[in-house]
């Protein structure tokens, strides 16, 4: 099979051996496969990533010099079953899993090992078990966005959120429209997002977002305020102190930029008992100044992934037409183009996401 590889820094395109399916597997063919910003970052700093990775608990136990073929945001199709296993799914049917495979009770990561292709190679070897039919005649392209809109499913059911909630979405790459879609899946109202980039503000608008600003333009927090604030409402400490007249509505601020300093902006610029839902992956030594969260009593929650209800939720919420990804999907590639768009993906201005067809 044909795969594009990162060996050393580079990504090539070389032909790599077919999976063989153990017990348990499902021979899948590779469709479609999105190009994830933590792909990104692995590609570039890989060894930094490794490290990190380790003193983690080896989440990824990714090997940087040894080849890797990555691609955890996929959609494929059934093409054989494993010694053993009982055919559950006719050929052909379109399929979602979570990026790990097991073989017996081991299970095994996919998107950044060095013994099992993620999705930027044209098969893959998946676990029976984790294989989720895509329902509603949806499209592999559409399917794939599967993993992206269950992180933002994942931060926005973590975040305990109510109905007078007010949130603000800081950054709006991937991750931070995924937790736009899923704001809007949970009706709470008003979104406010915020971004430097006219592109990505676009995209907020387009995904459901209420209110996109240029944070060069105006503060997201006063932006905030203005929106939380009833009628009648009394900011001084007097009235505050005693519980008079009306409050501000909740805060519940997503970070979804991973750069460092973004977490001590937003403490900073925070109201008082905000809740923090750290989504973002920030993977340099970062900085802050508890005071800022003592002082104001601020919960701050980190937050990765999402379970196996929470992916199949969002395969369904796509599929249902509860999230509209299509303005999501900004470019298509073949595996030669992978290494390009790699490239491009670093301008917000040209892509949110560039999905990788292995047979293109």
């Known amino acids: 099979m044909r795969a594009a590889v990162l060996r050393k820094g580079s990504i090539v395109v070389d032909t790599l051996p077919d999976p063989v399916p153990v017990e348990g597997q499902v021979l899948v063919r ?21 490290n990190l990775a380790k003193r983690a608990g080896n989440r990824w136990a990714m090997d940087a010099d040894r080849d890797v073929v990555f691609g955890h945001e996929f959609c494929a199709e059934v093409v054989e079953y494993g010694p053993e296993t009982p055919a559950r799914l006719p050929p052909g049917t379109l399929v979602c899993s979570m990026p790990m495979t097991l073989a017996g009770e081991t299970v095994q990561g996919i998107g950044y090992s060095n013994d099992i292709a993620g999705g930027f190679a044209q098969y893959m070897p998946l676990a029976d078990r984790m294989l989720l039919p895509v329902p509603n005649g949806l499209s592999a392209t559409h399917a794939a966005l599967t993993e992206p809109i269950a992180v933002g499913w994942h931060a926005v ?75 009648g409402y009394d900011p001084s400490r007097y009235a505050q102190l005693f519980g008079l007249g009306p409050k501000l509505r909740p805060a519940v601020i997503f970070e979804c930029v991973g750069v460092p300093g973004v977490i001590q902006q937003i403490m900073e610029g925070a109201p008082p008992a905000a809740r923090i839902v750290v989504v973002g992956v920030c993977m340099q ?9 003592i002082v104001k009593q601020l919960n701050v929650q980190f937050v990765l992934a999402y379970t196996a209800q929470e992916f199949a939720e969002s395969l369904h919420h796509i599929a249902e037409g509860k999230v509209n990804v299509t303005p999501l999907v900004t470019g298509t590639v073949g595996l030669d183009g992978v290494n390009q768009a790699f490239a491009e ?16």
């Open 285 to 293: 030594t970062d900085r802050t100044e508890p005071f800022f969260g």
């Open 345 to 360: 993906l670093a301008n917000p201005e040209r892509h949110a996401k560039v999905m990788v067809d292995p047979w293109a």
């Open 30 to 50: 590779t469709r479609a496969c999105g190009i994830c910003g933590t792909d990104l970052h692995a590609a570039k700093h890989r060894q930094q990533f490794v």
């Open 157 to 231: 059911q973590t975040a305990r959120l109510t109905p007078d909630d007010v949130p603000l979405v800081v950054g709006c790459g991937p991750v931070g429209l995924a937790v736009i879609a899923g704001l809007v899946i949970r009706d709470v109202h008003p979104i406010i997002a915020a971004d430097y980039s006219p592109g990505r503000r676009a995209l907020a608008l387009k995904m459901g977002a209420d209110l996109a600003i240029d944070p060069a333009e105006v503060s997201p927090y006063e932006t905030w305020r203005q929106a939380a604030t009833p009628e």
